[in-house]
């Protein structure tokens, strides 16, 4: 796995496992938020570390799909999702959104749009890529898709 790139099992079950790829500096910035921090802190996390932060969560996780306990929605926060989108979904249950894209949109909708035609680009790069016969660790570590389709 190239440097800048971690990786946590978030969940193993019936042969499958749900792993999250992050980058691990990013995440770090982006869980220091005061407004991210502060909705953990309401869900009822104690620690800021990222490793206590994924440990409680893949409790929770697999609350959720073992035991029918409530979906952890703190998942788009870990995800990278914009604050005002995480909330937005909370608050209204997933309801009322303005936009549907790769997450519900609550707020700053053109902003999210322009957003989701790029995460399109990199698809469309990634898939390219991929049909040439590069694999996903090289398209990783030469950080191919953020050059190509910003």
Request: charged share 25%; hydrophobic share 40%; glycine share 8%.
């Amino acid at each position: 796995m190239p440097e800048n790139i971690s990786y946590f099992v978030v969940a193993v079950s019936n042969e499958k496992a749900a792993v999250l790829l992050f980058d691990r500096r990013g995440l770090e910035n982006y869980l220091r938020e005061e407004k991210v921090w502060q909705i953990f802190q309401n869900m009822g996390y104690q620690n800021h570390t990222i490793g206590k932060i994924l440990y409680v969560f893949r409790q929770r996780y697999e609350g959720y799909l073992l035991q029918n306990k409530e979906f952890p929605h703190e998942i788009g926060l870990l995800l990278g999702y914009p604050v005002e989108d995480v909330e937005g979904f909370i608050r209204n249950s997933g309801e009322n959104c303005l936009y549907i894209g790769y997450w519900k949109v609550y707020g700053n909708l053109s902003e999210k749009k322009a957003l989701f035609l790029q995460f399109e680009k990199a698809r469309d790069v990634l898939i390219g890529f991929l049909l040439e016969g590069i694999t996903i660790a090289e398209v990783i570590r030469k950080r191919m898709l953020v050059q190509c389709a910003l």
